[in-house]
């Protein structure tokens, strides 16, 4: 089994910082992609940033020089690091990855279980 567990969200006010992180844990043979999505009340989820092995990122146009994703690849956690924050920020944010499980021969895609960020005053 694999989970990944978000943490770090909470309300804060426009203009401020957050940052998330996210553990992967369980029978994980390597780690190829991690990020986070995003999904606020009556829209669809979206992309946010992603992180490959290689550390090259990419990033949605919404979080382009506000947000920065990294990861800790040893402790197998991602971390997005959220500065400026707006209200329309406001969402679920959830933590993805594609995972390759111990004696599996193919990757799978896993997500968390979802943090609420609050921007508001």
């Known amino acids: 089994q694999v989970q990944l567990v978000e943490s770090g969200g909470g309300l804060v006010q426009p203009g401020g910082s957050l940052r998330l992180s996210c553990v992967a844990s369980g029978s994980i043979l390597s780690i190829y992609v991690m990020g986070w999505y995003r999904q606020a009340p009556g829209k669809q989820r979206e992309l946010v940033a992603t992180?490959?092995?290689?550390?090259?990122?990419h990033y949605a146009d919404s979080g382009t020089g506000r947000f920065a994703i990294s990861r800790d690849n040893a402790k197998k956690t991602v971390f997005l690091q959220m500065n400026s924050l707006k209200p329309e920020d406001t969402a679920v944010y959830y933590c993805?990855?594609?995972?390759?499980?111990?004696?599996?021969?193919?990757?799978?895609?896993?997500w968390g279980q979802g943090t609420q960020v609050t921007v508001s005053s």
């Open positions: 992180i490959v092995s290689d550390d090259s990122t």
């Open positions: 993805y990855a594609v995972i390759r499980r111990a004696a599996t021969t193919t990757p799978s895609a896993y």
